[in-house]
């Protein structure tokens, strides 16, 4: 008696960790399943169909997955204002790979002027591509690649007489972007 007992209580120990490993392959079974394939193609393929803030247009509509031709919307001229806001020779800006911190001046004042999740599919975009050469604004569409010439010129605007403290605070004040204190030169 002792004995089925052991064996009835060893069943439904069993039964009861089948059962919950099944709920937990239902619940988690695609995802694991992605992990394991150790692959993010198909999750960044689904982020471009994530709706944007405004929730009339999708990722999609608003990113292609191939770069446009690369038309100069920061020309030669709009760098070295850069240069000559940051207090740095002019030279720095002659060559096609730029420094870090003009990298993090576009992340702070140019892109942050569009959605963070259009950023980041942006640079998501650009790696499924693999054209890591290309300019993130190459896979705009539309009203947002327009809208990243209105910002190019907005910028080499304000920059215009301005030291970097002067034009953070201007141009971070009417964008209503956070003020930014520093770049990493």
Do not use: C
């Given at each position: ?50 709706e944007l ?37 002019r ?35 650009r ?8 300019k ?11 809208l ?11 920059m ?5 403290s002067?034009?953070?605070v ?16």
């Amino acid at each position: 008696m002792k004995n089925q007992s052991t064996k009835n209580i060893m069943q439904k120990v069993q039964d009861k960790d089948h059962l919950q490993q099944q709920i937990h392959e239902l619940l988690f079974g695609p995802e694991i399943e992605i992990l394991n394939k150790q692959s993010n193609a198909f999750l960044d393929r689904l982020f471009l169909e994530i709706e944007l803030r405004d929730g009339k247009s999708k990722i999609s509509d608003v990113i292609m997955t191939e770069p446009r031709v690369y038309e100069s919307i920061f020309h030669k001229v709009w760098f070295y204002r850069l240069a000559d806001m940051l207090g740095v020779s002019r030279s720095v800006m002659d060559t096609y790979v730029k420094p870090k911190y003009v990298r993090e001046f576009f992340i702070k004042f140019v892109y942050a002027r569009l959605s963070y999740k259009v950023f980041r599919e942006l640079k998501a975009a650009r790696k499924l591509a693999k054209a890591h050469d290309a300019k993130l604004f190459q896979f705009l569409k539309g009203e947002y690649y327009t809208l990243i010439e209105t910002i190019a010129r907005q910028i080499y605007e304000e920059m215009d007489g301005k030291d970097f403290s002067q034009f953070v605070v201007s141009y971070s004040t009417k964008n209503k972007l956070p003020i930014q204190q520093t770049l990493s030169f």
